[in-house]
């Protein structure tokens, strides 16, 4: 959706310390799926603090053309009136995802093995991302997909009428897959199994739960295998979203980087399958600390405090942490380049399909900045130029990737000459109110145009 409008140019130059409180939006993973889920139950779900971003209104919307009542309250008050399992209808227009690789994949998954048709498209990013994948372990279900070549968007998925369970292994670390797979399972008879290798996110499962569906997960030698039993009731809920770590991320490593800051991110979801970043800053060194340590609505949560951190030194990021903290590298590429010494990020390819190739995309903007960085196919190296050290004074593209767009801008705050990114608008997709976050924290951003 953003990503349609005129190209937002965003300066950021370096201020003075950054400090307060940043009350960062509610969780993008656990929105869409409360919508989806919310649709799928019987009965009224109700949410409170949703995620307000472009992904997530794409989805609100795709609910809606299945045949949920969406209603909007007030701000991240919404309701959902669902539908029940195997009673989507066959929405009349194009689903138009935008920006949200896990929108138009959960919502694959859910339609998938509903005797309904359906085309979903996005915007350009979203349209050169892999859907076979996806359209891969829902053939096994009986239903059928006609994309582009690649497996792209635009895409037309035929649900199978006669569904069947499947027995799933996932090729790759991916909760998108798996949550396909396991939406689909619904509305199958019988058991649908995933098994992963690694584990990824677990939102879909802890929530399948929540809304009364049997999910049973157990660790075997193959990984982590997740048995769904289909065909259940699903029961409205009333779920409060927790605060996105990933959005988190962003406050709190400005803070980490920029001379005297000490700044509050308070109420932040800290499930485990999520908070790889946060371990990794504290083994580089970085002066954070969770504070009120508690569970809300099943996830646990904390309020984690920044406070600036010159001594911080590169470190390997273990390869396995890579799930928890898949969405963090960008910005772990820039507090490494404010780091002593090299920070080698291993077993990350799959930044490669994300809104941009991330790793190129840091790369080039880093290299353009003034920092040594390496690449292969499935590593990044970040060669750290030390507090005080990154030059700064480039224009980086954001690529239609909002994590690109806020990492570029966090690196222009404590860097030495102002960075520019040619378009902060897809930013809005996962952290609508950024701007005016950081600024109350007494950053500077300024917009050249748009
Ligand atoms: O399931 C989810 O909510 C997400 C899964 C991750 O994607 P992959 O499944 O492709 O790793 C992540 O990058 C994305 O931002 C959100
Ligand atoms: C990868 C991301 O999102 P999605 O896959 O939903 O587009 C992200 O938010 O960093």
Known sequence: MSSNGPAQKMTARASGP???????????????????????????????????????????????????????????????????????GEPEQVIDCGNSGTGVRLIMGAMATSPITATFTGDASLRSRPMGRITDPLGLFGARAFGRDGGRLPMTIVGASDPVPVDYVTPMASAQVKSAVLLAGLNAPGQTVVTERVATRDHTERMLRGFGAEVETERTEDGHRIVLTGQPELKPQTITVPRDPSSAAFPVCAAIVVPGSDVLVPNIGLNPTRAGLFQTLQDMGADLTFENEREEGGEPVADLRARYSPDMKGID????????????????????SFAEGATVMAGVHELRVKESDRIDAMAVGLRACGVTVDETEDSFTVHGMGPGGVPGGALAEARLDHRIAMSFLICGMAANKPVTVDDAGPIATSFPIFEQLMRDLGAQLVRSNG
């Open 18 to 88: 950054l400090k307060g409180r940043a009350d960062v939006p509610g969780d993008k993973s656990i929105s869409h799926r409360s919508l989806i889920l919310g649709a799928m139950a019987v009965g009224e779900t109700r949410i409170a603090g949703l995620l307000e971003g472009d992904d997530v209104l794409d989805t609100a919307k795709a609910m809606a053309a299945f045949g949920a009542e969406v209603e909007h309250h007030g701000p991240g008050e919404w309701s959902v009136r669902g539908v029940g399992v195997g009673g989507f």
């Open 317 to 336: 990021v273990p390869p396995e942490r890579a799930a928890s903290m898949i969405d963090e590298y960008p910005i772990l590429s820039v507090v490494a």
